[in-house]
C-alpha cells in the first residue's frame, strides 16, 4: 500500500495485517554531489515502490523522508517518525536508502537499514530501470520474510 488516498482506505480498513513501514530514504543537497543525491533518490523511489507492488497488503510505503545531506537533525526526525510508527501497530520499519552515511546510525534506529548502492539510471529507459531494480528487489525479498518470520 502506498501514500495515496485510495490505499489510506484500504489500510484503514485492514490495518492489522499490514505489520510492517517502509520508508524510502532521500538525500538532498546542492553542492558538487547534488546529481549523485538526486540518482540515489531516484533509485530507491524505483525500487522501494517495486518492493510495494511485491509485498502489496503487507507493507504501507511511506512518502520517502526527504532531508538535507549533512544535517545533523535529520537522524532526530527520523527517530521520531520511527517512534510514531511503532507506536501505529507498525511491528516492522525498513529503511530503504543509498546513503552510506545512514550506515553510522544504524544502531540509533530500532528499524531495519537496508543500504543498497545506487545504480545510474539516468541514462536508461524506464524498462530497463524496471528491469534493473527487479533483480535488486529479488534480494531483498529474503531480508522481509526472514524478519516476518523471527516473530
Do not use: C
Not at 495515496?4 to 492489522?16: G, H, L, N, P, S
Amino acid at each position: 500500500m502506498k501514500w495515496v488516498a485510495a490505499d489510506v482506505e484500504m489500510y484503514q480498513k485492514a490495518a492489522e495485517y499490514v505489520d510492517t513501514a517502509v520508508i524510502p530514504l532521500m538525500p538532498v543537497s546542492f553542492g558538487e554531489d547534488m546529481k549523485q543525491n538526486a540518482s540515489m533518490a531516484e533509485f530507491v523511489g524505483i525500487l522501494t515502490g517495486q518492493i510495494e507492488k511485491q509485498f502489496k497488503g503487507r507493507i504501507f510505503l511511506l512518502p520517502g523522508f526527504v532531508y538535507i545531506k549533512g544535517n545533523e537533525g535529520s537522524l532526530k526526525a527520523l527517530q521520531e517518525w520511527e517512534n510514531t510508527l511503532l507506536d501505529k501497530q507498525f511491528k516492522h520499519v525498513f529503511y530503504v536508502t543509498s546513503d552510506s552515511s545512514w550506515r553510522h546510525h544504524e544502531k540509533e534506529l530500532s528499524g531495519d537499514l537496508l543500504w543498497l548502492p545506487s545504480l545510474p539510471l539516468e541514462n536508461m529507459q524506464e524498462q530497463q530501470k524496471v528491469s534493473i531494480v527487479d533483480d535488486q528487489v529479488k534480494q531483498l525479498l529474503s531480508l522481509f520474510t526472514e524478519k516476518w518470520q523471527d516473530e
